[in-house]
């Protein structure tokens, strides 16, 4: 068949990752972006890369686009897949009944019970007066979280009982996180080591991509404020093959024959965060309904075989267990924010080095918080870039990473130095 057509929606480092995935596949020959960046636009492989502003569904009809795939989780909540597979495109991204498991945590943790996904005990609380009663049913500070969706930023891992409660009045009252936050779910705080596991789902069957690990806080040695994300690695040493057994038996198997009993068969990317217990069991922290940022970036350097075909056969409801398998080779992302970031990320700062940073050998830049102007590229968003290099072993990954990311300049920019030290040693 011809090469297909593909619209990837979305703005991030994820959606320019998959963008150059995509063109990678023999099956793709162009893919557009919305609305893009900087970097989501030349040519790739070969091919054309591009972007287009506007509503989707309406490029994905001007474009006569094959496939059509949807990075971030708040359109994929509000029903775009719905919406464009009325429409009759073939769509990679789950219904925005099925997006719950990430829209709604209290939903999501419902479902886990129902379909005895092994996760920490949890407390929905709906109003301030139910508030002390809750929190008095843990023998230790809980984890806080806010019920709808908050860009990463709705999860405060409480020190005490008091920080506990400060911070699910803030979300109750609405002051922290407007109407997602109304709704709280108090978790009890389970002692181990997060991972990152996705898999690519086509309402019945799945594929299981590499474990990687991210570093959710801004600065080294895990410190200060959470974030959307400073770097990962894949694959993380601390997901044993015997864990990811695991994982695919306890977690992903009841969830999709969960969803599909439930009248919500899930199609997509499927994200699990798990908490890896100093036992060595897997439990579920959340899930997304989308590909994590920046997971995507070493998942695409770290995974072999036409994505495209892929994507498309899970779109159609065709997927093969053995289309997608580990490329092998190891990679490391290390995020270049913007200065501010997270509370008040400065735009407007050009961007120096770019063409010297993608030289180094296995070497990616991928855009995120970036646009064009009068002096060049320029930020504009919070996380800026994705530095993301591969190689056969881990350490040569993370040497050429880091001497990539030496050759960028912007003002003000913020990045950690200790990427992949878990797996490191250092």
């Not at 040519?43 to 989707?56: Q, T």
């Not at 506990?164 to 779910?185: D, H, P």
């Not at 994705?386 to 990954?397: H, I, Q, R």
């Amino acid at each position: 068949m011809s090469q297909r057509r593909v619209l990837v929606v979305g703005s991030g480092g994820r959606e320019h990752a998959l963008a150059v995935r995509l063109l990678e596949s023999p099956s793709v020959g162009s893919v557009v972006v919305s609305p893009g960046n900087a970097g989501t636009e030349g040519e790739v492989f070969g091919k054309p890369l591009r972007r287009a502003s506007g509503d989707p569904l309406e490029i994905a009809r001007r474009e006569r686009v094959d496939l059509v795939v949807v990075g971030p989780e708040a359109p994929l909540v509000a029903g775009l897949a719905d919406e464009l597979r009325a429409a009759g495109f073939s769509v990679f991204g789950p219904s925005g009944s099925a997006a719950r498991l990430e829209g709604s945590k209290a939903f999501m943790k419902e479902f886990a019970a129902r379909h005895r996904i092994p996760t920490a005990r949890h407390v929905v609380v709906r109003s301030e007066r139910e508030l002390d009663a809750a929190l008095a049913s843990f023998a230790t500070p809980p984890v806080v979280k806010a019920d709808g969706l908050c860009a990463g930023k709705g999860v405060v891992v409480a020190e005490d009982f008091e920080e506990a409660r400060r911070a699910a009045t803030r979300m109750l009252s609405g002051a922290a996180f407007g109407e997602a936050g109304k709704i709280v779910v108090l978790e009890e705080r389970i002692a181990g080591a997060e991972a990152s596991v996705h898999a690519l789902c086509d309402g019945e069957r799945f594929v299981l991509l590499s474990a990687a690990q991210d570093h959710k806080r801004i600065g080294d040695g895990d410190r200060g404020p959470n974030t959307g994300g400073m770097g990962t690695y894949a694959p993380a040493p601390l997901v044993t093959p015997e864990l990811m057994a695991r994982a695919e038996r306890e977690i992903f198997e009841p969830a999709l024959r969960g969803m599909a009993s439930e009248g919500n068969p899930y199609c997509g990317a499927l994200f699990a965060g798990i908490m890896v217990t100093p036992q060595g069991d897997p439990l579920l922290l959340e899930f997304n309904v989308r590909f994590g940022d920046p997971e995507t970036q070493v998942l695409m350097a770290t995974t072999a075989g036409d994505f495209g075909d892929a994507l498309h056969a899970a779109a159609q409801g065709k997927l093969d267990a053995s289309a997608l398998k580990p490329s092998g080779e190891h990679a490391v992302c290390v995020v270049l924010a913007a200065a501010g970031y997270p509370d008040a990320p400065r735009t407007g700062d050009p961007i120096e080095g770019l063409a010297e940073a993608q030289a180094v050998p296995g070497v990616s830049v991928f855009h995120a918080g970036t646009a064009r102007s009068a002096a060049g590229v320029v930020t504009s968003g919070g996380r800026v870039l994705g530095v993301t290099a591969k190689g056969s072993t881990l350490p040569e990954a993370h040497a050429r990473a880091y001497a990539a990311v030496q050759r960028l300049r912007f003002a003000g920019a913020q990045y950690r130095r200790d990427i992949a030290h878990r797996a490191l040693g250092s």
